[in-house]
DNA sequence: ATAGGAATAT
DNA sequence: CATATTCCTA
């Protein structure tokens, strides 16, 4: 089922099996450089899984549920490793960028589960088929796909809305949606050097509205305004050459942007847009979910 | 080492 | 004045 058949990279590297959580799994994942490192640790653990399964199978009357968690973890990691191969083979950075977004996302959705439920691991096995493979997100190129539409892909207007809320992000996007992987993704790198102009010497970094609405975006996976971190913030969104101090400076600017924003508005002062697009969840009115 | 803030520079 | 960089401190 989880396309065990051609495994290219059996890189013999498994000395110490450590079961995990898919949570920590991922997260271990996503804190890897490059795609080949996830590949391997990847590929590895569905190793591990494989031959598990294997072991369990002569049980599979006495265990019959187990059975169907392992093969369900097996086939959800292939799908992602799947997808790891996909983005190495045919694509440059920026799918990679999408990978670590989706990554992330899929961690923090996992953490709030965890923190849900403390008993913790089978109810996070048991949940973690309906969340890869369920009706509307068949596949994690359509849950990518699915994340720059729907800031919080996970819950496909079902209910139990309870990690919209913590996330914040209640789909106030209402036409513009995210960023388009395909639409915006040119005009980021600003390093066009056109070669008649003194502008080489501009080694300022200029926050162009692309860089801008990516800087949002990522602001807003890590989890608010108050929580991201300029490394954090500079680790999703994987722009060449974008340092930490400028990421940090930014932020700092835009905070007090927000901040005053949010002063003039509590005195009365109304609404003018300017060229931040303040993503309208600096502070959430605690909506009771209903 | 990193984040936040403030001073300084463009 | 707005914005980006650099310096300072915790």
Known sequence: MASSSSLELNLGLKPSFVPKTIANLLKDVSNFENAVDKLIVLNDYIVQLEGELNNISAFKCQLPQSMLFLMEDIEALGTLKDKFMHIKNEMGPENERQLIKFLRMKTKFYEEKKADNQNGDFIEKGSLPHLWNSKHHKTCEHFIQASYENPNPFEPSSSSSRFASVDGTTTN?????????????????????????????????????????????????????????????????????????????????????????????????????????PPTILHRPFNPEG
């Open 173 to 277: 996007n209402n036409g513009e949606g995210g960023l388009n992987p395909r639409a915006g993704d040119q005009t980021l790198n600003c390093n066009p050097k056109p070669p008649t102009q003194p502008s080489w010497k501009n080694n300022r970094r200029s926050w162009s509205p692309q860089l801008h609405a990516r800087f949002l975006e990522a602001l807003h996976i890590i989890g608010g305004i108050q929580m991201a971190t300029p490394k954090q913030i500079r680790e999703v969104m994987q722009v060449e050459g974008l340092t930490n101090d400028q990421v940090k400076s930014h932020l700092q600017k835009y905070r007090l942007h927000c901040r005053r924003l949010s002063g003039n508005n509590a005195r009365g002062l109304g609404n003018y847009q300017d060229p931040w697009t």
